[in-house]
Antibody, heavy 117, light 112 residues
Framework: EVQLQESGPGLVKPSQSLSLTCSVT????????WGWIRKFPGNKMEWMGY???????SYNPSLKSRISITRDTSKNQFFLQLNSVTTEDTATYYC???????????WGQGVMVTVSS | QITLTQQAESLWVSPGEKVSITCRAS???????????LSWYQQRPGQTTKALIY???IRTDGVPTRFIGSGSGTEFTLSIEDVQPEDIALYYC?????????FGGGTKLELK
């Protein structure tokens, strides 16, 4: 069974970088597409970006200058880095697999990240 | 970018009733392959987000038949027939036709 698990600090200071890890079991990240999605307080959801089976990336233009998604295929993990965070980046962050019919079929539980001094 | 509007933030329903959740897109979600790139998701507290429907009307594996996706062009509906207590959740639509992929604002299904 495909499982995804997010991990990372729950509190980040403004202007610092947010770094999260998504650990995948039951499926290789060298197949399919692997994305990050966040849910803000108030329930708005935002697709942040993805890394593909080949390592190519695609980002939401609203984040393009601040976001980086990378991976470690030996550990079957992929990572999110969001730079220069503000309180507006406070959200629950999810990692998910995008299947070929272009939908997210497996999701992690989500990790809540608060940006606060 | 494509905007998805879920008009209802909340819907109240009794067990056994039918409920419909709508999602309106700012432009057609029909691609040249004849498919609509619209999917539906369920979020319940303490559970991972569940994909219910993709390509507007195709149920994902294991999703009960009471969940029905319909619509075309810019108007889409997720209907739940014979609502069960476990269907009380937050529901989102998502378009993956054009980047940036965008979500609807979410509709919370609540018990009367």
């Amino acid at each position: 069974e495909v499982q995804l698990q997010e991990s990372g600090p729950g509190l980040v200071k403004p202007s610092q970088s947010l770094s999260l890890t998504c650990s995948v079991t039951g499926y290789s990240i060298t197949s399919n597409y692997w994305g990050w999605i966040r849910k803000f307080p108030g329930n708005k959801m935002e697709w942040m970006g993805y890394i593909s089976y080949s390592g190519s990336t695609s980002y939401n233009p609203s984040l393009k200058s601040r976001i980086s998604i990378t991976r470690d295929t030996s550990k079957n993990q992929f990572f999110l880095q969001l730079n220069s965070v503000t309180t507006e980046d406070t959200a629950t962050y999810y990692c998910a697999r995008r299947d070929n019919p272009y939908y997210f079929d497996y999701w992690g539980q989500g990790v809540m990240v608060t940006v606060s001094s | 970018q494509i905007t998805l509007t879920q008009q209802a933030e909340s819907l109240w329903v009794s067990p056994g009733e039918k409920v419909s959740i709508t999602c309106r897109a700012s432009q057609s979600l029909l691609y040249t392959d004849g498919k609509h790139y619209l999917s539906w998701y369920q979020q319940r507290p303490g559970q991972t987000t569940k994909a219910l429907i993709y390509h507007a009307s195709i149920r994902t594996d294991g999703v009960p038949t009471r969940f029905i996706g319909s619509g075309s062009g810019t108007e889409f509906t997720l209907s739940i027939e014979d609502v069960q207590p476990e269907d009380i959740a937050l529901y989102y639509c998502l378009q993956t036709l054009k980047k940036p992929w965008t979500f609807g604002g979410g509709t919370k299904l609540e018990l009367k």
